[in-house]
């Protein structure tokens, strides 16, 4: 079993960033794929992004693309969302997932994951 963590969620200016991370516990993420995503209030969750177990390629969403970066430190088993540029419309809460999977597919969708975190929430303010 694989325990997620996330944290660094908070309140920021709109134009702001903030950096969240994902901590893994109880096995090492080194082979799980990684991705990261949002719920906002009477929304269904949505995809954010994702990363190879290596690391090697990650996938983000159109909305969000050029703000928002996925990256990841197996040594320190963990996985990150660098989210610069926040608009209103980031507002969400935001979601790790991570499934043992070693292919390059793009996994988007939620069913697509196994293990989830509790979420970090991220507010931002016009």
């Known amino acids: 079993q694989v325990q997620l963590v996330e944290s660094g969620g908070g309140l920021v200016q709109a134009g702001g960033s903030l950096r969240l991370s994902c901590s893994a516990s109880?096995?090492?993420?080194?082979?799980?794929?990684m991705g990261w995503f949002r719920q906002a209030p009477g929304k269904e969750r949505e995809f954010v992004a994702a990363?190879?177990?290596?690391?090697?390629?990650?996938f983000t969403a159109d909305s969000v693309k050029g703000r928002l970066t996925i990256s990841r430190d197996n040594a320190k088993n963990a996985v990150y969302l660098q989210m610069n540029s926040l608009k209103p419309e980031d507002a969400a809460v935001y979601y790790c997932?991570?499934?043992?999977?070693?292919?390059?597919?793009?996994?988007?969708?939620?069913?697509?994951?196994?293990?989830w975190g509790q979420g970090t929430q991220v507010t931002v303010s016009s």
């Open positions: 990363i190879t177990w290596s690391g090697r390629s990650t």
């Open positions: 997932a991570g499934r043992l999977y070693a292919g390059s597919t793009v996994l988007t969708g939620t069913r697509d994951y196994d293990y």
């Open positions: 109880g096995r090492a993420i080194s082979r799980y794929y």
